[in-house]
């Protein structure tokens, strides 16, 4: 199994970034992919998430408005986290993970997912 997250880099406040997750290998079924962070000596907090059933959506409150989290609908194998009007403080490595299941109203909790990707490093700064 791998998911494999791509698309971090430097970018200037109020910029914009698209993450990639690409998901392979997995048993069929119902999943969810969610999106978390970790900034420098912080914990890791959920960003965002979204079924693969029925592409039900969830996200922080800090990233709310700014950030949209989609599928590619032809693949249904590669996830997007699309970051818009990005501040210093969404700067961190950022994280896909996959979970059995749908997302739940306790998606943002760490220790519900049973899988995680590689991060990618996403900096914001003038």
């Known amino acids: 199994v791998q998911l494999q997250a791509s698309g971090g880099g430097l970018v200037q406040p109020g910029g914009s970034l698209r993450l990639s997750c690409a998901r392979s290998?997995?048993?069929?079924?119902?999943?969810?992919i969610g999106w978390f962070r970790q900034a420098p000596g912080k914990k890791r907090e959920g960003v965002s998430c979204?079924?693969?059933?029925?592409?039900?959506?969830?996200y922080a409150d800090s990233v709310k408005g700014r950030f949209s989290i989609s599928r590619d609908n032809n693949t249904f194998s590669t996830f997007f986290l699309q970051m818009n009007s990005l501040k210093p403080e969404d700067t961190a490595v950022y994280y896909c993970a996959n979970d059995v299941g749908d997302c739940g109203s306790a998606w943002y909790v760490e220790r519900k997912w049973n899988y995680w990707g590689q991060g990618t490093q996403v900096t914001v700064s003038s």
């Open positions: 979204i079924n693969s059933s029925d592409g039900r959506t969830y």
């Open positions: 290998g997995f048993a069929r079924g119902r999943y969810s």
